[in-house]
């Protein structure tokens, strides 16, 4: 498990974003224990792996025509 702190760092983002993440939903999957945060790393690992494929489907050449 990776505390909020590892996981920030990881990712290159303060903990607050993460946190603002958390609340919107748009971080990994994580639990409370105690009153500390918890990230699965495998959680982690599908989210990123979520999140890249979306941002590259994202993404267009805007060189290329789109088919009719």
Excluded: C
């Amino acid at each position: 498990m990776l505390t909020e702190a590892t996981l920030a760092e990881r990712l290159g983002i303060d903990r607050r974003t993460l946190a603002r993440l958390r609340r919107r939903g748009l971080a990994p999957p994580h639990v409370r224990i105690g009153g500390s945060i918890r990230y699965a790393r495998r959680d982690v690992e599908d989210w990123l792996t979520a999140n890249v494929q979306r941002e590259r489907g994202a993404t267009r050449d805007p060189g290329r025509a789109t088919p009719a």
